[in-house]
C-alpha cells in the first residue's frame, strides 16, 4: 500500500544490482511512494546487473560510481542535484563485497589487501559519501541517510568473517557522522540491521542457508525479508521519524534480542538425538 510518504522528496538510492537487492526493493517502493531519485552502482554492476530495467520503472537516472572513489562519488552527488532540480531529501547506502568471502579466506588467515578493500568499499565509501556531501552541501534540513548493517558488527556469527569488522565500523560512522550532520545542518543518518536476506550479497556468506534457517527458527516473528526492510527504510526517510538519528536499528524479526528459542531448542534437541543414535551405533560396530 502507498502513503505518499516521500512525495515531493528526492534521493540518491546506491547499490542496486538485481530484483533480489534490498536497494531494488527501496527504489521500487520509494517511487510508489511519490519520491524522484538517482540510482548509483558500479560500472560493472552495470554491465551484468539488471539496473536499467529499474531505471526504466521508475523514470530514475543512472549515474555509475565506484564507491570508493571521491571524485566518482562527488560526480553522482552533483549530477543528482542537477538531474533532480535541487538538493537530496535522502540517500541509501546498501554497499557490501568482502574478497575474503569471495576467495573464501577464513578470519585467521585474512589477506590484508583484501581485508582494506572490503573495509573501503563496505564501510568507508560510506564516510566518503557523508563526507562528500556535507562539502557540497547537497543533502536538505531534515533529510535523512541510511546504511545496511548486520548484527555481526555487534555479535559474533560464524563465517561473516570481515565483514563483521567491515559492519563494526559502519555503525560507528553512522554515529561520529550523524552527530557533526545532526548539530549542523540538522540531518539524520542511520543504520539498519537487517536479517539474513536471499540476495546476490548475502548467499556469499558461508553457510547461508543454514544460517537464514536458524535465524527464522530464532526470530519470534521471523527474518525480515527485502520487502520489509525497504518498508522500513521509506519510513526512516519520510518525515515521520524525524528525531531518529545515529542508531543501528534492528530490522530482524527480534533475532538481535534472544538467546535460545523453541523453535531453535527442537531443531538442536533433534540433531543431537541423532548423532547419539549414530555414536552409539558406531560403537557397536567397533
Ligand atoms: N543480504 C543479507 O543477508 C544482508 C543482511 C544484512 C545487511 N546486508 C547489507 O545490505 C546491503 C545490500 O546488500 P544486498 O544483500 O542487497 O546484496 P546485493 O549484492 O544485491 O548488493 C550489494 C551491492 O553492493 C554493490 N557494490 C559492491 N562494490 C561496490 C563499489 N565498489 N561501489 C559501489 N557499489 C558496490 C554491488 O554492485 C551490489 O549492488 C549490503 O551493505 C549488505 O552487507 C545484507
Redesign the pocket.
Known amino acids: 500500500m502507498a502513503y505518499q510518504l516521500l512525495k515531493g522528496k528526492r534521493g540518491i538510492i546506491?547499490?542496486?544490482?538485481?530484483n533480489?537487492?534490498?536497494?531494488?526493493k527501496v527504489a521500487e517502493r520509494a517511487f510508489e511512494e511519490g519520491a524522484v531519485f538517482t540510482l548509483?552502482?558500479?560500472p560493472?554492476?552495470l554491465r551484468f546487473?539488471e539496473l536499467d530495467e529499474l531505471a526504466a520503472k521508475c523514470n530514475a537516472t543512472v549515474i555509475p560510481?565506484?564507491?570508493?572513489s571521491v571524485e566518482d562519488l562527488t560526480n553522482v552527488f552533483e549530477k543528482s542535484m542537477e538531474v533532480l532540480g535541487g538538493k537530496v531529501d535522502f540517500v541509501l547506502?546498501?554497499?557490501?563485497?568482502s574478497l575474503n568471502v569471495r576467495k573464501k579466506r577464513v578470519y585467521n588467515d585474512l589477506n590484508y589487501e583484501y581485508l582494506n578493500k572490503t573495509l573501503d568499499?563496505?564501510a568507508i565509501?560510506f564516510h566518503k559519501m557523508l563526507q562528500v556531501a556535507f562539502k557540497l552541501d547537497a543533502i536538505n534540513e531534515w533529510g535523512s541517510v541510511v546504511?545496511?548493517?548486520?548484527v555481526a558488527a555487534q555479535r559474533t556469527l560464524y563465517g561473516y568473517n570481515d565483514?563483521a569488522d567491515a559492519?563494526a565500523l559502519l555503525e560507528s560512522i553512522a554515529r561520529s557522522f550523524g552527530y557533526i550532520y545532526g548539530r549542523e545542518r540538522r540531518i539524520r543518518v542511520n543504520t539498519i540491521?537487517?536479517?539474513?536476506?536471499?540476495?546476490?550479497?548475502?548467499s556469499g556468506?558461508k553457510g547461508f542457508d543454514a544460517l537464514i534457517d536458524f535465524t527464522e527458527r530464532m526470530s519470534p516473528l521471523g527474518n525480515a525479508t527485502?520487502d520489509e526492510c525497504a518498508d522500513y527504510a521509506i519510513t526512516l526517510f519520510s518525515d515521520l521519524t524525524k528525531k531518529v538519528t545515529m542508531q543501528n536499528l534492528f530490522h530482524d524479526g527480534g533475532f538481535s534480542s534472544m538467546g535460545m528459542s523453541l523453535s531453535a531448542m527442537s531443531m538442536y534437541n533433534k540433531s543431537v538425538k541423532i548423532s547419539n543414535i549414530i555414536s552409539e551405533g558406531l560403537e557397536e560396530l567397533d
Open positions: 546506491f547499490g542496486a544490482l538485481d533480489k537487492s534490498i536497494a531494488w548509483s552502482n558500479t560493472t554492476a546487473g560510481a565506484d564507491a570508493t547506502h546498501s554497499i557490501g563485497m568499499i563496505s565509501s546504511a545496511l548493517s548486520y565483514m559492519k540491521s537487517q536479517s539474513p536476506t536471499k540476495t546476490t550479497a548475502g556468506v527485502a
